[in-house]
């Protein structure tokens, strides 16, 4: 079996979809994509395709070697998020070449289903207590929130206090068993987010995620120090290798590799499988499309230390398009009690919806990020 073409779509709301056709009829699916910088990526995609056309797709391993090691120059977001999404379609051409679900090839299922979160509450929080009450309702058993506005290195007790109120709010609406994730979105500084993991400790949340930077990961100990919530991690870090200090000094309880990011499919199971040798949790970072949750999935199926998995239905960033759109039978992922099953169909096991793939990819997208700035006119952390 041989590589002979590929395609791109860039579709609504902010996603980029690569197809990979074969010589025998057998097609898959990827979500290469950096949000915000999904054009970028898909150049990225175009130039590392150059090697991949004529070969064998089943050879995941080397071709994942090759794409990381021959260029030299290794890592980062753009070039990491073109390898995931090309290892995910490869993953989903072996699935359907075998008649199997990716995870039967990693080492068969450890579970039926995994919890999910649902987010609420959007960029600059607000409604969270109403939000989470409906979330509960409809069956969610956890949800996840950005945790604060922008924040200064040192900033207002207001807005400590404010943060406070709103979790305080939704534990009075949902009661106390209910998972509550609190992400700092990397949005606040060292002194700001110990006074914050201190104050919210009270509401037991679930986890504090992205308490500061990844790039002061220095400070996670410290802050770490302040409080007993779980802290977790890891959306912005790419390979094993981005994960190996972090585990190594024992600073994260959860970590969360995106599979459009970290590398893929193979790749995040070796990050969950150094994960597990250190006592660590794993949640993957899904807020893009079904690839990358249906990729995530598999994963979840035959990794024991996942524990919780993100996806974007409803997420605030889906605006025009949502999480099911692109799929021929949205029911594959179905929630149930706050759960979703793990697809069972071969390769990825979800088929996507190509016309309406190549329909909206008319229109394509051109997402940004806002930029904040602080009232002094500072850049601000989004």
Not at 26 to 53: C, F, K, N, Q
Request: aromatic content about 10%; glycine content about 10%; hydrophobic content about 40%.
């Amino acid at each position: 079996m041989k590589i002979t073409n590929f395609e791109l779509y860039q579709v609504p709301p902010r996603w980029l979809f690569l197809k990979i056709e074969t010589d025998e009829g057998i097609s898959g699916w990827g979500e290469p994509v950096v949000e915000g910088r999904s054009h970028t990526v898909e150049a990225a995609v175009r130039e590392l395709m150059d090697y991949l056309i004529g070969k064998d797709p089943r050879k995941i391993e080397d071709h994942f070697q090759v794409l990381y090691r021959a260029g030299f120059y290794r890592g980062g977001p753009i070039l990491m998020s073109a390898i995931s999404g090309i290892e995910q379609a490869l993953w989903d051409i072996k699935g359907k070449y075998y008649n199997m679900p990716v995870y039967e090839m990693l080492g068969g299922s450890v579970r039926d289903n995994i919890q999910v979160y649902s987010w609420i509450g959007g960029d600059r929080p607000q409604e969270v207590g109403a939000a989470a009450k409906e979330k509960a309702d409809a069956g969610f058993r956890a949800i996840k929130m950005n945790g604060t506005e922008e924040m200064n290195y040192i900033d207002s007790h207001e807005k400590v206090e404010a943060a406070v109120n709103r979790v305080a709010a939704i534990r009075e609406a949902v009661g106390s068993d209910f998972g509550i994730g609190i992400d700092f979105h990397g949005r606040v500084h060292k002194a700001m987010a110990k006074i914050l993991v201190k104050e919210l400790e009270q509401y037991r949340p679930m986890f504090i995620e992205e308490p500061v930077l990844v790039e002061n990961l220095e400070a996670f100990k410290n802050i770490a120090s302040y409080t007993t919530t779980p802290i977790a991690t890891g959306e912005r870090n790419y390979t094993r290798w981005g994960f190996k200090q972090m585990l190594m000094d024992g600073i994260v309880d959860i970590i969360q590799p995106d599979l459009s990011h970290a590398g893929g499919i193979l790749e995040v199971k070796k990050i969950a499988a150094m994960a597990e040798t250190f006592d660590v949790a794993v949640a993957p970072h899904a807020p893009l499309g079904p690839i990358n949750l249906a990729a995530s999935l598999q994963v979840d199926a035959c990794t024991p230390n996942c524990v919780i998995q993100e996806q974007s239905l409803g997420i605030h960033y889906n605006k025009g398009s949502d999480l099911l759109d692109y799929l021929v039978n949205p029911s594959v992922f179905e929630y149930k009690d706050g759960n979703v099953s793990i697809p069972e169909g071969p390769g990825l096991g979800i088929e996507i919806n190509e016309e309406r793939v190549k329909e909206a990819t008319k229109k394509g997208h051109s997402w940004k990020n806002p930029v904040w700035r602080h009232d002094d006119g500072t850049v601000a952390e989004w």
